[in-house]
């Protein structure tokens, strides 16, 4: 089994629409957990860190943890074209540690 | 506030050559990693320097090695190139004492090895 699993994609939905990108892992012992996008040709840019149980929102982004079932998740409401990208989910089982990628999920928003 | 900054961003070398990548990490960062990522897959933890030490390494070769300085600026050097190391090479910073921020990350090198 894979440390980090992403759905193999890609995703497309409607402008507007709400876009659920899944993620789970492995390691039980997982302490941190982030959601990257990365556009095409270009670097991975952290959207939101998740460390508890339970949902973090910001803005249209929500990030959703449950590590009793071992997946996180992130949502992003109101869709817009802007976001299509490549979503990576990562996790960091201890401080400073390394980050742990999933091969990521391309999102198409279309108009 | 500068960002992570990497040198050069695109490099062609041909097999059996050697490379050296470099990062300036943000500013007020002290530690440094490297991430190798192929087309269409996530990026792989390379190793991590912290006090001018590789503190973590993932599962690359000897041919993968580094150093960082005393200004925390880092260079990543690959020996015997072969055609599979093609690859974005991504440097990433953070600060030892720092909260769970994750890692930034620099515009990457562009490798391409013929």
């Known amino acids: 089994q894979k440390e980090v699993e992403q759905n193999s994609g890609p995703l497309s939905v409607p402008e507007g629409a709400i876009a659920s990108l899944n993620c789970t892992y492995s390691?039980?012992?997982?302490?941190?957990f982030f959601w990257y996008r990365q556009y095409s040709g270009k670097s991975p840019e952290l959207i939101m860190f998740?460390?508890?149980?339970g949902d973090k929102e910001d803005g249209r982004f929500t990030a959703q943890l449950n590590k009793a079932s071992q997946y996180v998740s992130l949502l992003i409401r109101d869709s817009q074209p802007s976001d299509s990208a490549t979503y990576l989910c990562?996790?960091?089982?201890?401080?400073?540690?390394?980050?742990?990628f999933g091969k990521g999920i391309t999102l198409s928003v279309r108009p | 506030d500068a960002g992570v900054t990497q040198s050069p961003t695109h490099l062609i070398k041909t097999r059996g050559q050697q490379v050296t990548l470099r990062c300036s990490p943000k500013?007020?960062?002290?530690?440094v990693s490297w991430y190798q990522q192929a087309l269409g897959q996530g990026p792989q933890f390379i190793f991590q320097?912290?006090?001018?030490?590789?503190?973590q390494r993932g599962n690359f070769p000897d041919r993968f090695s580094g150093h960082q300085f005393p200004n925390y600026s880092s260079e990543l050097n690959v020996n015997a190139l072969l055609l599979g190391d093609s690859a974005l090479y991504l440097c990433?910073?953070?600060?030892?004492?720092?909260?769970?921020?994750?890692?930034?990350f620099g515009s990457g090198t562009r490798l391409t090895v013929v």
């Open positions: 500013s007020g960062h002290d530690t």
């Open positions: 320097y912290y006090e001018e030490e590789e503190r």
């Open positions: 390691d039980r012992g997982s302490q941190s």
């Open positions: 990433a910073s953070s600060l030892v004492a720092g909260t769970d921020y994750g890692y930034t």
């Open positions: 998740i460390y508890s149980n």
């Open positions: 990562a996790l960091r089982i201890g401080a400073n540690s390394k980050l742990t």
